[in-house]
Nanobody, 122 residues
């Protein structure tokens, strides 16, 4: 099992940027790491994902053009760069992992971090 630890959340104003990190420990070859978020009273939703070995990414329509996922394979870390943040981006952001290809459904991911809070004020 891979352990995932998120960091980088906080309180920002609308229009600001924030970068989240997810550090993985364990065997991550052929691993896909994804980001999900859950706002109060809402279901957890897919944000984006990246394949560790080739860097191919996938994004939810709601964040395309504003959020970027990247990886540092040497550090076994994935980043979620969030630009032009909106109040509706407020949520707990979770890092998730799975062996295999990109996926945008949370049940397809086996490993989860504890989450980090992102709050965007208007």
């Amino acid at each position: 099992q891979v352990q995932l630890v998120e960091s980088g959340g906080g309180l920002v104003q609308a229009g600001d940027s924030l970068r989240l990190s997810c550090a993985a420990s364990g065997r991550t070859f052929s691993y896909t790491m994804g980001w999900f978020r859950q706002a109060p009273g809402k279901e957890r939703e897919f944000v984006g994902a990246i394949r560790r070995y080739n860097g191919i990414t996938s994004y939810a329509d709601s964040v395309k053009g504003r959020f970027t996922i990247s990886r540092d394979s040497a550090k076994n870390t994935v980043y979620l760069q969030m630009n032009k943040l909106k109040p509706e981006d407020t949520a707990v952001y979770y890092c998730a992992g799975r062996y295999g290809g990109l996926a945008n459904v949370d049940v397809d991911y086996n490993d989860w971090g504890w989450g980090t809070q992102v709050t965007v004020s208007s």
